[in-house]
């Protein structure tokens, strides 16, 4: 069962837009959320993280947002670019749980 | 600074051959993972190693083995490969015993079984 679930296979924006990739779960055990970005031929890389206690969380450019109630959460990027265009999976854990759960991923194509 | 490294990045099987994949991390981590990636699933948990000494089963085990051989070395075996097995494979590790922070992982291991 995916627990962890991305909707969405692939987002295409323009430059200079924003992105916005969503993730739901369905386990409402899991207390900590991630997101990482991942290029061809390379492994995932993180890339931000929020704590079940907020429900925002801002890097740079990057913004995750948590919605317990819903239990979802997406990913801003703003303003997008080009070497953003990679694919994003979105990942949860619970408390000192080792087995964090991803979603399928989805792939961002900023164009020029 | 390698970070998390492993080997082979390629491999090519028959069905019932076996093979292991060999992870090694330099950043002094506790835990250490080892992860298959296929089309539509994300990527899936095979075993884990919270500490050296310590290994436990995540959501897809069957069919592999794992060593944590010492702090820095974490194994993965396959001893009867099957197609099914075909992914690309990746280990991780991770600071502390628990999974609140961030994975970092190596570049990954293509792994077709014919």
């Known amino acids: 069962d995916q627990q962890v679930k991305q909707n969405s296979p692939s987002l295409s924006v323009q430059e200079g837009r924003i992105s916005i990739l969503n993730c739901d779960y369905t386990n409402s055990m899991f207390d900590y959320f991630l997101w990482y970005k991942k290029y061809p031929a390379e492994g995932p890389t993180f890339l931000i993280s929020?704590?079940?206690?907020?429900d925002k969380n801002e890097d740079g450019r990057f913004t995750v947002f948590l919605n317990k109630s819903a239990k979802h959460l997406s990913l801003h990027i703003v303003p997008s670019q080009p070497g953003d265009s990679a694919v994003y999976f979105c990942?949860?854990?619970?408390?000192?749980?080792?087995?964090?759960?991803f979603g399928a991923g989805t792939r961002l194509t900023v164009k020029p | 600074n390698a970070g998390v490294t492993q080997t082979p990045k390629f491999q090519v099987l028959k069905t019932g051959q076996s093979m292991t994949l060999q992870c090694a991390q330099d950043?002094?981590?506790?835990?250490m993972y080892w992860y298959r990636q296929d089309p539509g699933m994300g990527l899936r948990l095979i075993y884990y190693?919270?500490?050296?000494?310590?290994?436990d089963k995540g959501e897809v085990p069957n069919g592999y083995n794992v060593s944590r051989l010492n702090k820095r070395e974490f194994s993965l075996r396959l001893e009867s490969a099957a197609p099914s097995q075909t992914s690309v494979y990746f280990c991780?590790?991770?600071?502390?015993?628990?999974?609140?922070?961030?994975?970092?992982f190596g570049e990954g291991s293509r792994l077709t079984v014919l």
């Open positions: 190693s919270a500490s050296e000494g310590t290994t």
């Open positions: 991780a590790s991770s600071r502390g015993h628990s999974n609140t922070g961030e994975l970092f």
């Open positions: 950043m002094n981590h506790n835990s």
């Open positions: 990942a949860a854990s619970a408390g000192n749980n080792n087995d964090m759960r």
């Open positions: 929020i704590s079940s206690i907020k």
